[in-house]
């Protein structure tokens, strides 16, 4: 039998960064066959689940513009993400 995420899945694409933290692993931006994104989701490692974080369920900061190519951090109780195109 196949091992199959639940929840919502983000679409394939390159360029993502990806960062470990807290037992989750969120993955942000990177660029499909169309465009470069913005969107980020969470993997829950236990759950074996993936959600998608939305505007409204940041707490502090905007979600960065569409990009690929960014590197990311978990410093304290956030998520940073520079550079990329």
Known sequence: MK???LGQVFTPRTGHECILADGMI?????TDDEERLNDI???NIRANSWDKITQASTIKNPIPEARSGARGVAYMDGLYFFGGY
């Open 26 to 30: 969120y993955l942000f931006g990177g």
């Open 3 to 5: 091992n199959v995420s």
């Open 41 to 43: 989701f969470a993997y």
